[in-house]
């Protein structure tokens, strides 16, 4: 069970990064990139709220059984961060599906599976 729980919070923390990239990448085209990894610069405010995202997933009380941050009855995020957060899946969301379609569909059957 302990890998099944890994794998599902890596999968989340990849889902939240490519959105943040893909928010990133057309709402600060002006700024100057940091190396998250090397499929991912952000610039510096992307990269804080990456940052603080994936530790919020690491310390998700749910775990395997973990909902879409959409479904959640648990609000972790502060209200700065998750007004940003909200942002940027607003914007990403939509458009995951054609810059990240396996993943957007794989979202899209596990948000309705766990409802």
Not at 5 to 11: A, K, M, Q, V
Not at 61 to 85: L, Q, W
Request: contains cysteine; positive net charge.
């Amino acid at each position: 069970m302990s890998g099944q729980r890994h794998e599902r919070l890596i999968w989340e923390g990849r889902t939240v990064e490519k959105m943040i990239v893909l928010y990133c990448r057309h709402h600060h085209p002006d700024r100057t990139f940091l190396s998250v990894h090397a499929q991912a610069p952000v610039c510096a405010d992307c990269h804080a709220l990456l940052t603080y995202a994936l530790r919020r997933i690491d310390a998700c009380r749910y775990g395997y059984d973990k909902p879409t941050c959409a479904n959640c009855t648990t609000h972790c995020y502060k209200p700065a961060m998750r007004a940003s957060i909200r942002q940027v899946m607003r914007f990403a969301g939509p458009r995951m599906l054609w810059y990240h379609p396996l993943t957007a569909i794989k979202h899209t059957w596990l948000s309705w599976m766990r409802k």
